[in-house]
């Protein structure tokens, strides 16, 4: 095993690279917003969840950002201030908790997938590559072989003994059970899931309104950029309360094959250092927003003709939710929310 249990949690070097590297190409993307200046005067924030990984993660995007400006000397030192609440909502969300993280039911697609024909065929097939009695390689033993396949492929650069266990139409299982258990677990699977992002949601538009009002001459501007780094369980339901890369059909254990066009795969929503933009423009008619997933454009499900629509017409699409969604009532009240989604 090439992994110790010392790095259990924390951020690995290339890691570190991805932050540090994300942050020079957006600061080369926003050199008016994430500028040397602002940097040097702490007007951009920046916000963690409390995880170690995390705040690594913040530290090497504030380490790029200076690399990137040539701030070799006098550089600014790192600065944060941790908010779980807002980067760990799927903690504090009594609804979630209960209702999807503590609830066996709740992943059933899951597990029926986990001991469906799929699955078993792959089981098969890799135990007949051992030489292996099939009652000894479970579901969980063949997952584990994929996972280490994939960490020593993406961390350490190496093509891992364990990856030759596996073929391409194994590895497409294995995505999709992947994407089972996320889509259920985070997403649209249940209503509840979505909505526990509630207050996330709410901050980025109260950052939004702040930044995009009128203001007197005389008033200070807002912060140029707002930097929060928390987790894929943070961003998936959050992208998922946008109504975004929703499919028509649920993916269940049993459309496997009717599901190799779905828009829901996780392995490129939300890979490392995933990331979710929305920049606001000051144009004519009023600020507009640019909606940037893992750096590329993309349009709001609701507002399809326009790359940057006026911010008014994202907030009116949003309405309901800007209204609507109260993370109290919704963790801690008797909802709807907290069954299966059914309707897509």
């Known amino acids: 095993m090439s992994f110790s249990s010392s ?22 993307l926003f050199p008016s917003l994430l500028s040397e200046e602002n940097l040097r005067k702490r007007r951009i924030r920046f916000v963690t969840s409390s995880k ?7 530290e090497a995007f504030q380490e790029g950002l200076q690399q990137h400006w040539g701030c070799h000397d006098n550089a600014p030192g790192y600065s944060h201030s941790v908010d779980d609440e807002l980067m760990r909502f799927f903690e504090l969300c009594r609804g979630y908790v209960e209702g999807v993280e503590n609830n066996r039911t709740a992943l059933l697609e899951v597990e029926k997938f986990k001991h469906g024909k799929e699955m078993e065929a792959v089981r098969r097939r890799i135990a007949e590559k051992l030489g292996l009695s099939l009652h000894l390689l479970t579901p969980d033993l063949v997952e584990a072989a994929f996972f280490i396949c994939s960490y020593e492929l993406s961390i350490k650069s190496i093509h891992s003994p364990w990856c030759f266990l596996f073929d ?5 299982v294995l995505e999709y059970k992947s994407d089972l258990k996320q889509f259920w677990k985070r997403s649209y699977g249940h209503v509840i899931n979505s909505l526990s992002s509630c207050q996330l949601f709410h901050h980025i538009f109260r950052t939004l309104d ?15 950029a707002s930097i929060l780094v928390g987790h894929a369980e943070t961003l998936l339901p959050l992208l ?10 649920l993916p269940t254990a049993s459309n496997y ?9 996780t392995s490129r929503i939300i890979p490392y250092a995933a990331n979710l933009l929305f920049v606001l423009y000051d144009c004519q008619r009023g600020p507009r927003l640019q909606l940037l997933v893992n750096e590329t454009p993309l349009r709001f499900p609701d507002l399809q003709t326009d790359d940057t629509p006026l911010y008014r017409d994202v907030r009116a699409t949003y309405r ?3 209204d609507g969604c109260d993370f109290r009532r919704v963790c801690e009240g008797r909802v709807e929310g907290r069954g299966p989604n059914t309707e897509l």
């Open 257 to 265: 094959h009717s599901q190799h066009g779905r828009r829901f795969r």
């Open 168 to 172: 391409k139409s194994d590895a497409k």
């Open 7 to 28: 790095s259990s949690g924390q951020l690995v070097r290339k890691g570190r690279d991805d932050l540090r590297f994300l942050a020079q190409r957006l600061a080369t």
């Open 210 to 224: 702040k930044a995009g009002r009128p203001r007197r001459s005389t008033e200070a501007g807002p912060e140029p």
């Open 320 to 322: 309901h939710l800007l």
């Open 240 to 249: 998922s309360l946008l109504g975004l890369y929703k499919d028509q059909t």
């Open 52 to 58: 170690h990984r995390c705040v690594s993660s913040v």
